[in-house]
């Protein structure tokens, strides 16, 4: 028996269940430093996100486990978009000093439990009290295949994709906002926003598939992420409106509310969706579990100083796509 020493017994508890840490080294070893949605050092992949109560997450929306896990989410996608598979987390964890001691004990546990059932060894942290909660993690990762996949891999004539569909989370958070009455009515999209399920192994398979791609995390909304990718490979991007694969409950929710279903699409972040490009034919993503439905939405062209990212509109006219998600500052 351990006594009383309460913060020793909070992370005694948290860690009691954790995976096993395995001393299994990096089998490439590369550097690559900050630009893309992972640093790398001697082989290990590195990333880390921060999520801060109010402002990622609010516990009257959402429990405390989906709060936790959508944490969880936006790091291992993360280590995705880089072509890699989470291995070990360094924890902070700000307990917020009005939380019950039910709350924290069920953060706890579903903190232990996110990272074990991800076979991610918890090696190290820090837990404070203070006015909000916040959880931020370091993750540390290894390459499923012999290189990572950079933003700035681009190439003119390659073409782009995405794979899931787009607009859910910016849509279930929109109805939290403006219509919480409705929550119930579109479940997916709520469900959604406060406790993404994304396919994490779908940056590792997509390094095995393709070898060179480019890829990033769609976590601050799409049009950011365009701009972002045509930035770093010096390339213009140039997307289909009528290949673009919105859910089809935003695309309900929008016909009930007469919302225009591109500012979701565009505009929504915290997707967690991957957007890639490559030369690869479409047929090899076709029936693929481990990447889901993949979508081209448009393609890559020689870059052009008046628009980096530009959309063909279903009625023929091209437009300007202009960076207008999600901003941390």
Request: glycine residues 10%; negative net charge.
């Amino acid at each position: 028996m351990f006594p009383n020493l309460g913060e020793f017994n909070f992370i005694q508890a948290l860690l009691k269940d954790t995976a096993a840490f395995k001393k299994e080294p990096p089998a490439t070893r590369g550097w690559l430093g900050v630009g893309d949605d992972c640093a790398q050092f001697d082989g290990w992949l590195v990333t880390k996100d921060l999520s801060v109560e109010n402002t990622h997450f609010r516990l009257d929306w959402s429990t405390p486990e989906q709060a936790v896990e959508k944490h969880i989410v936006s790091n291992v996608s993360d280590i995705s978009a880089m072509g890699g598979v989470p291995k070990l987390a360094v924890l902070g964890l700000c307990i917020n000093k009005s939380w019950s001691e039910e709350t924290r004990v069920r953060v706890r546990d579903a903190l232990s439990r996110g990272f074990a059932k991800r076979g991610i060894a918890l090696i190290g942290g820090d837990t404070v009290a203070g006015d909000v909660g916040m959880f931020s993690t370091t993750l540390l990762g290894t390459l499923a295949g012999e290189s990572p996949l950079l933003r700035s891999s681009v190439r003119s004539g390659d073409n782009l994709y995405v794979n899931g569909t787009l607009g859910k989370s910016g849509a279930g958070l929109w109805l939290l906002m403006n219509h919480p009455e409705a929550a119930a009515d579109f479940p997916t999209l709520v469900e959604y926003h406060l406790n993404p399920r994304i396919r994490e192994s779908a940056g590792a398979e997509l390094s095995r598939l393709c070898g060179r791609s480019a890829c990033m995390d769609i976590s601050d909304g799409l049009s950011s992420e365009l701009n972002h990718l045509a930035c770093a490979s010096a390339v213009s991007l140039e997307i289909e409106e009528e290949f673009l694969p919105i859910d089809s409950e935003v695309l309900r929710m929008c016909e009930k509310y007469g919302e225009n279903p591109l500012k979701f699409a565009l505009n929504g972040g915290e997707e967690y969706e991957l957007l890639f490009a490559n030369s690869a034919p479409n047929s090899i993503f076709e029936k693929n579990a481990l990447l889901g439905g993949v979508c081209r939405i448009g393609k890559a062209l020689e870059s052009t100083e008046v628009f980096p990212v530009r959309m063909h509109r279903k009625n023929g006219e091209f437009l300007p796509v202009e960076p207008r998600a999600w901003s941390h500052i």
